[in-house]
């Protein structure tokens, strides 16, 4: 395994050093590829950039962020920084981020937005919004094959939402209106 | 026991990962059994109602871009309808422009029209206003009506929930296919399957489209609430 680990860090190094007269743009993105370790929820292998964002290229690696059981409440947020009422709601996952940050509680934005634009786009985004709860970029452009597997009654459009707990879940399938409206639905899964 | 065999695939799978970067798609396997069975939905998606594949869609009369008002009928040698939601300022919308245009070039001599329709409310989104309908037909150079759904009262006849959003009727408004226009929406050379050609094809051959109903990311139409 640790040979793996070190033959692709060695190849993906030679990767950046191969590509690194396409500029800055692409050098934000490919950066040093670290393979995330193991940790006692974590299943899957992807990259973090620099700026510490975890990048899921495929929606395989990104699944098991929607079914880790554990007695942790995972709030899921389907978003990106071109969708108006996506960003209007953003607050609202902070502020319960703030306010249950020192239970088990882990609010989670999945950023849909174009992996080839992040420089434009993103990355702006989140140094002029200083996000507390963690993003996540969800880049796997064939929709169609993994929008049922997030919700069968989804049909694409965003924001999105769910909580869950274990096996216990609520999908929420628009923008909340308010805190209040959100914590309901975390307290349900809570007192559950 | 199982978890042994869960941890076993895991680890394969990490290594399958590591190994073969690209190919990641290989590795889902364990993921996917893990689907829940009662998923409880707070809200659903403001849709529900709306057309299914083998209903018959209602005709409309909207205004286009020129000014005149357009209907289904109005196309009297029409084998079909490309029906198409979409809207100006939908980053969705906008990476189809050019596929539309190509769409239209090649289906429209075929008797297979694009009629697309705007349904967002120009007032929760100034940019998708008529005028700037009008402007951005022109800078893309559309061939096809681009019609405003004034009072949205059509997007939610059809069922349409965001942008784009495509019905594919035939000529007695029969739909053929809901979803998509390809599988990849950020990337057109990257596109593995044209979803409406196909469709088209299909009707062409006198069958039905297979995929029939498709599903991707998209910009919710905006409407006050």
Redesign the interface.
Known sequence: MIKYTFLFLLLSSMLFVACSNNQSSNAEIAKTVSVKESTSTTQSTSQRDTTGLLIFDTFEEFDYLLHQENDTTYVINFWATWCKPCVAELPYFEELHQKYKNQKVKVILVSLDFKKSLDKHLYPFLKKNQLQSEVVLLADSKTNNWIDKVEPTWDGAIPVSIIYKGKNRKFIGSDVENFTELEDILKSILNQ | MKNIYVLAC?YLG??L???C?ND??T??T???K???K??????????KEGLKVGDIAPDFKLKNINGKIVSLADYTDAKGYIVTFTCNH??YAVMYEDRLNALQAKYAPMGYPIVAINPNDPEV?PADSFENMQIRAKEKGFEFAYLIDEGQKVYPQYGA??TPHVFLLNKDRMVKYI??ID?????AE?V?VK?VENAIASLEKGENPDPNY?????????SK?
């Open positions: 895991l990490s290594l990962f590591v190994a970067n990641s798609a590795t889902s364990s993921a996917d893990k689907q829940p009662a998923i409880k939905v707070v809200n659903e998606s403001p849709k939908c980053p989104k929930t965001k979803g998509a599988d990849n929406a950020q990337d990257a593995e979803f498709t599903k991707a990311i998209g910009c919710s139409i905006k609430k």
